[in-house]
C-alpha cells in the first residue's frame, strides 16, 4: 500500500527542488532551462525553508537581467496557479527574494498571476522596465492594470529624479511604441507617456548615457518637437558626440516649423565637422533663400553628396560646372573626376607628387589608361594615406589578375603590402587561384592563417553551401595534391570538404 501512496504536496515540492540541484550542480547555465520548473513548485505550498530557497535562485538569476530575459524565461511555466499566494513570498522571503519572484510572476503565463504580481510591485523601485513591458500584454486587464501603474511609477519619478531607471527602460518604452495590443485599450495614449517621460528626461544628463538609449531619448523630441523643448534640443545638438545623432536632432529642428532658424544658427550648421548636417543646412537654406554668392566653393568640397548638390542647383541657373573644375585645380580635382571626361587625366597627372592622393583618386575615376600601374605603384609608397587609398581604390575598383600580381607578392618583403597583394589576388574569380593561395600559405607560414580565411571564404563563395565546384581533371588533381600537402596547416574537415564538392568539368 505504501508503494501506491500519492506524495503529498511538501514531498513533490522537494522532489522538484532536488532535481533543479542535480541537474544545474555542475553546468550554472542550465539554471535558464530548468527555473521553471522549480517556480511551478510554488504551486504546491511549499514550506518557508523551499519558498526561501526558490526566492533566493530566483534573485541570482534574474540579478541584473532585464524584462525581455525574463518574459523568455517564464513562458515555459505551467498554467496551474490555483494554491498560489504571492503574500505568502513576502512573509517567508527575503526582500530581494521577494522582488525576483514578483518579477518572474509578471511573465508567467497565467493572466491572474500576472496581474496580482504586477500591483505588488508598485511599492518596488526599479521595477519601470518590468511594469512597461506588460502594456504589450494579451490580456486587457493586465495592460489596463500596467498603464495606471506607468503613470504613477513615472510621475513618482519625476519627485525622486531617479533618471536613470528611466533612461535605461527606453528600450521598453519603444517595444510598447511598436506593439500593437497597448493601442486597444481606449485610455492608453502613446503621446501621453511621451509627454510624461519627456518631462522627467528634459532634467536627466542623457549625454552621459550610452548611444543606445541616447537614441532613443532623443527619438521622444523629434517625434514631438514642442516649442517648450527647443532649447534642449539645440544643447543635446551642441553636446552629442555621436554624428549619426547629432544629424537627426539638426535635422528635426531645421524642419520643425515651429521652430526659427538664425541666419547665425544655420551658420553654425553650415560649418559643423559632419558632412550630412551640412549638406541638411545647405538644402534648408536653398530652400528658404534660394542660391547665394560662393555656392560653387561647395564644388571643392571633398564630400561628394555636397559636390552634387552644388553642381546640380549651379547648373539650373547656368553655371558651366566643367570650366570652373577645370580652372580650380588642384582643389577642384574631385570635383573634375565627377563631371570631367577621360581626356582631363591629362590635367590632373602633374599634381601626382604634390597631391598624390586625390590625384589618385581622379585618375582612377577618369578611367586613365595608366591608372591601373599607377596604383599599384601607390601602394607601395611610404605614406600610409596614400598607400591605404590606393589598396582601397585597387579592391573597388580595378581588377588585376593572379598572373599581374603574383610576381609582385615575390618581390614584396613588407608584410602589410603583402598581405594586401594577396587579398587582391583573392578577388579573382575561378577555382584556378585555390592552389596558388595553398603554396603562398606554405610559403609565407607567418601568415598562413589569415591566407586560409582567405581560402575559406573563397570556398564559401564558390560552393555557394551546398552546391558542387565544377573544375577540370587537372585542375581537381592539383588542388588535391596541393590539400594534402598541407595538412598540417588546413582543418582536415575543410580538406575533405573541399575535395567532396569538386566536380570534373568534362566539357
Not at 494579451?138 to 519619478?157: F, I
Not at 552621459?208 to 523630441?221: E, G, I, T
Not at 552629442?240 to 536632432?249: G, K, M, N, P, Y
Not at 609565407?444 to 553551401?465: A, G, P, Q, V
Amino acid at each position: 500500500m505504501s508503494m501506491n501512496r500519492t506524495p503529498n504536496n511538501t514531498e513533490h515540492v522537494k522532489c522538484l527542488i532536488e532535481q533543479y540541484q542535480k541537474e544545474t550542480q555542475h553546468d550554472s547555465e542550465k539554471r535558464c532551462y530548468y527555473f521553471p520548473m522549480l517556480f511551478s513548485a510554488l504551486n504546491h505550498s511549499p514550506t518557508p525553508e523551499q519558498l526561501r530557497l526558490i526566492g533566493v535562485e530566483a534573485s541570482n538569476l534574474i540579478f541584473t537581467k532585464d524584462a525581455f530575459f525574463v518574459q523568455n524565461l517564464m513562458h515555459r511555466c505551467s498554467h496551474e496557479t490555483d494554491t498560489v499566494n504571492p503574500d505568502t513570498w513576502k512573509q517567508y522571503c527575503s526582500p530581494t527574494g521577494y522582488d525576483a519572484l514578483l518579477i518572474c510572476g509578471t511573465a508567467h503565463p497565467n493572466g491572474y498571476l500576472r496581474e496580482a504580481c504586477l500591483k505588488r510591485l508598485t511599492d518596488q523601485r526599479f521595477v519601470l522596465q518590468f511594469i512597461l513591458i506588460r502594456m504589450n500584454d494579451w490580456v486587457p486587464a493586465v495592460r489596463r492594470t500596467a498603464w495606471n501603474m506607468a503613470q504613477d511609477y513615472l510621475r513618482n519619478h519625476s519627485v525622486r529624479s531617479d533618471f536613470y531607471e528611466v533612461i535605461s527602460a527606453m528600450p521598453f518604452v519603444e517595444y510598447v511604441r511598436r506593439g500593437q495590443r497597448a493601442q486597444r485599450n481606449a485610455e492608453f495614449s502613446m503621446d501621453t507617456l511621451d509627454s510624461i517621460l519627456m518631462q522627467i528626461l528634459a532634467n536627466a544628463h542623457i549625454l552621459y548615457a550610452p548611444v543606445s538609449l541616447r537614441r532613443l531619448c532623443y527619438k521622444l523630441f523629434r517625434l514631438h518637437p514642442e516649442p517648450e523643448y527647443r532649447d534642449l534640443i539645440l544643447n543635446f545638438i551642441r553636446n552629442e558626440h555621436e554624428s549619426t545623432q547629432r544629424f537627426a536632432l539638426v535635422h528635426a529642428y531645421l524642419y520643425h516649423s515651429d521652430y526659427s532658424v538664425s541666419d547665425d544658427l544655420l551658420e553654425e550648421f553650415m560649418h559643423n565637422p559632419y558632412w550630412r548636417i551640412r549638406l541638411d543646412a545647405y538644402e534648408y537654406r536653398m530652400k528658404h533663400q534660394g542660391i547665394w554668392e560662393g555656392l560653387e566653393k561647395l564644388l571643392l568640397s571633398p564630400s561628394y553628396p555636397i559636390r552634387e548638390f552644388a553642381a546640380y542647383h549651379l547648373e539650373k541657373h547656368g553655371f558651366d560646372t566643367l570650366s570652373y573644375c577645370r580652372e580650380h585645380l588642384p582643389e577642384s580635382m574631385l570635383a573634375l573626376s565627377d563631371f570631367g571626361e577621360k581626356e582631363d587625366a591629362v590635367c590632373i597627372r602633374p599634381y601626382l607628387e604634390t597631391h598624390p592622393t586625390e590625384a589618385l583618386i581622379a585618375l582612377v575615376r577618369l578611367g586613365d589608361d595608366d591608372s591601373k600601374e599607377l596604383v599599384l605603384k601607390a601602394m607601395q609608397d611610404s605614406n600610409a594615406g596614400t598607400a591605404k587609398t590606393a589598396y582601397r581604390l585597387a579592391q573597388t575598383r580595378i581588377h588585376y589578375t593572379y598572373d599581374e600580381l603574383l610576381p609582385k607578392i615575390k618581390a614584396e618583403s613588407e608584410p602589410v603590402r603583402r598581405w594586401r597583394l594577396i587579398r587582391l589576388l583573392g578577388l579573382n574569380d575561378g577555382i584556378e587561384v585555390l592552389p596558388i593561395l595553398m603554396q603562398l600559405a606554405r610559403e609565407y607560414t607567418h601568415m598562413s592563417y589569415d591566407i586560409l580565411e582567405l581560402f575559406c571564404r573563397i570556398c564559401n563563395c564558390h560552393r555557394l553551401d551546398n552546391y558542387a565546384i565544377f573544375v577540370t581533371k587537372a585542375q581537381k588533381a592539383e588542388i588535391i595534391e596541393t590539400l594534402h600537402d598541407a595538412d598540417r596547416i588546413l582543418d582536415p574537415e575543410l580538406r575533405d570538404h573541399i575535395i567532396f564538392l569538386m566536380r570534373e568539368n568534362h566539357e
